[in-house]
């Protein structure tokens, strides 16, 4: 599967983005995804995780209550929503998926095999 990032910019600290990872090559529905972000000088870090049903999400606890994932399986598309952004959300994004059989698994972060290419937040303070 190919996975394509957008949707990163640069906005205000306070304001709002939202990230989509669009899916290609085979049936998005069986992929467990997530988002992973990496500011300049520091390692990736995990932001959040959707089953591929739907069911379940995780999210690291620097965003939680400020980020929200989802997924459209129809569509192929995995959003990241971003509201009330601070500075040291500035990072690189990435979206990964991995086939999983078990629509309610959360993929461990190191398990993911297909990676998209990133997409730049900037949130100026």
């Known amino acids: 599967v190919q996975l394509q990032a957008s949707g990163g910019g640069l906005v205000q600290a306070g304001g709002s983005l939202r990230l989509s990872c669009a899916a290609s090559?085979?049936?998005?529905?069986?992929?467990?995804t997530g988002w992973f972000r990496q500011a300049p000088g520091k390692e990736r870090e995990s932001v959040a995780a959707?089953?591929?049903?739907?069911?379940?999400?995780a999210y690291a606890d620097s965003v939680k209550g400020r980020f929200t994932i989802s997924r459209d399986n129809a569509k192929n598309l995995v959003y990241l929503q971003m509201n009330s952004l601070k500075p040291e959300d500035t990072a690189v994004y990435y979206c990964?998926?991995?086939?999983?059989?078990?629509?309610?698994?959360?993929?461990?972060?190191?398990?993911?095999?297909?990676w998209g290419q990133g997409t730049l937040v900037t949130v100026s303070s």
């Open positions: 990964a998926a991995h086939q999983v059989y078990s629509a309610l698994a959360i993929v461990p972060d190191e398990e993911y095999p297909y």
């Open positions: 959707i089953s591929w049903s739907n069911y379940n999400t």
């Open positions: 090559g085979r049936t998005f529905r069986s992929y467990g």
